[in-house]
């Protein structure tokens, strides 16, 4: 068997920056950037083509002002997104699992395509990726702020920064269904006989629709992780 998908890449990328430096209210900066890929690929083996559309965006401003005095304050905030999505080229188009008639499986639309089908000789027969549908979000806000002064043979800084995390996941196996096919229903009646040879043909049970093991994942396990972290100091050096 021979894949023919074509590999199809796209990439987007944006960015763009202002810097504005005055002598009395000092330097501010924003910087802003997005990066979008797309890819369609076969994997050569006997799995559907798989799609995978991935967006990152950073953000950043900051502001930087020398006072009176001989101090100085340095103040930034930051944004990171990441998004990821890698699912079948039929999702949303194609629900296989409908149209053979397999009950009690995830109907969402995203997790449209073919069921794993399963040799017992190890032999997989076209079939969708079953560890797809994938998608995943996180995000990263940062603030930070940092003071520092001179007072003769002191130098003192003051500063702190919070930071929280946040992660959106979602993944599942087997959703469309895993059906074995072992022979079994193609087998002969036994012998009666210890050295009976092996009867039976996976690909016959196949042709018959009679899978001897199914197995499937009931709902759609999810994550959402949040984290918060901050962190202060204070320095005096002389």
Excluded at 125 to 134: A, F, N, V, Y
Excluded at 162 to 187: E, P
Aim: overall charge negative.
């Amino acid at each position: 068997y021979l894949s023919t998908t074509p590999v199809l890449n796209g990439n987007d990328s944006v960015s763009g920056r202002v810097d504005w430096d005055t002598a009395s209210r000092g330097n501010l900066f924003a910087r802003y950037s997005i990066n979008d890929e797309r890819s369609d690929a076969g994997n050569g083996r006997l799995l559907e083509p798989t799609r995978l559309s991935l967006r990152a965006q950073q953000a950043a401003i900051g502001h930087t002002y020398a006072g009176r005095g001989d101090w100085v304050n340095e103040f930034r905030l930051g944004f990171n997104r990441l998004k990821i999505q890698d699912i079948s080229i039929n999702a949303f188009t194609n629900n296989y699992v409908g149209q053979l008639g397999i009950n009690g499986l995830d109907e969402d639309p995203v997790n449209y395509g073919l069921p794993a089908f399963i040799l017992t000789s190890n032999l997989l027969i076209t079939s969708d990726d079953p560890t797809l549908p994938l998608t995943q979000a996180s995000e990263t806000f940062q603030a930070l702020d940092h003071w520092s002064v001179r007072r003769g043979r002191h130098t003192v800084q003051l500063g702190g920064e919070v930071r929280r995390y946040v992660m959106a996941y979602q993944d599942r196996m087997n959703s469309r269904g895993y059906l074995t096919f072992t022979g079994s229903f193609t087998a002969a009646p036994p012998c009666g006989q210890p050295s009976c040879p092996p009867t039976g043909d996976p690909f016959g049970d196949f042709l018959l629709g009679y899978p001897g093991v199914t197995q499937r994942t009931v709902g759609q396990p999810q994550a959402y992780l949040r984290q918060l972290g901050y962190a202060f100091y204070a320095q005096d050096e002389f």
